[in-house]
Every structure is written in structure tokens, then in C-alpha cells.
């Protein structure tokens, strides 16, 4: 079955920086919007940041703007998500998800639904 692996996850201080990773196990994603979303206990999962499947366009919750950077090198087969100047309230699960659809506009790629495929989720813990 098709899994979505995370890695770049662990414990940080606030103001630090991690660079979180995702990889399908099988089949390529090239096709595909990509996006990152965030889960604590007891909360929806949360938008994080998405990228077009050809990485034209960008879009991010404006509580990580200016801080968090999505990209994605599809030779690699791999999106990225770069995390600047932590702070304690981003500590959550992160996961990695892939959509399939076709979204014209800015609105796109914001909601769970719109995603076909989710990875297992990595730990990200800041520290004050």
C-alpha cells in the first residue's frame, strides 16, 4: 500500500530550526500537490503549508509565515518543510499529505479533505 514516510522530527529549542522530510515508500508524486499539516491532542489537524505539483506556488498558515518553507525536489521524489525561529507552540505531530486535485486559485490545498494520501506523522518538540 502506499505510505508516506516523515523524518527530520525531534526536540528543539525555541528559536531553533528543523528540516522535516517526506518520501512516498512506493510511487512517485511528481503529479501531486503536496502539503504539511499539524496535529496536537485534542485538536483538529491543522494546516501547515502546500505546494502546486509543479512548485509555481506556495502557501502557508499565516501562524508559521515568514518562518516555515515548503519546497519540494521532485528527481528526489521528496517535499521538504523548513522550520526557522521555533517556537513552543509548534510542538505537534507533523505529517505529510498528497492531493490529486485540481485546484484553480488561491483557496486551494487549505483542508483535509482535499488530500488522498497521509504519512504516519513525525514529533516536533520545542522547548522554552
Known amino acids: 500500500q502506499v505510505q508516506l514516510v516523515e523524518s527530520g522530527g525531534g526536540l528543539v529549542q525555541a528559536g531553533g530550526s528543523l528540516r522535516l522530510s517526506c518520501a512516498p515508500s512506493e510511487r512517485a508524486f511528481s503529479t501531486y500537490a503536496m502539503g504539511w499539516f499539524r496535529q496536537v491532542p485534542g485538536k483538529e489537524r491543522e494546516f501547515v503549508a502546500a505546494?502546486?505539483?509543479?512548485?509555481?506556488?506556495?502557501y502557508g498558515a499565516d501562524s508559521v509565515k515568514g518562518r516555515f518553507t515548503i519546497s519540494r525536489d521532485n528527481a528526489k521524489n521528496t517535499v521538504y518543510l523548513q522550520m526557522n525561529g521555533l517556537k513552543p507552540e509548534d510542538t505537534a505531530v507533523y505529517y505529510c499529505?498528497?492531493?490529486?486535485?485540481?485546484?484553480?486559485?488561491?483557496?486551494?490545498?487549505?483542508?483535509?479533505?482535499?488530500?488522498?494520501?497521509w504519512g504516519q506523522g513525525t514529533q516536533v518538540t520545542v522547548s522554552s
Open positions: 505546494i502546486r505539483w509543479n512548485g509555481g506556488s506556495t
Open positions: 499529505a498528497a492531493s490529486n486535485n485540481r485546484c484553480v486559485g488561491d483557496g486551494c490545498y487549505r483542508g483535509t479533505i482535499e488530500y488522498h494520501y
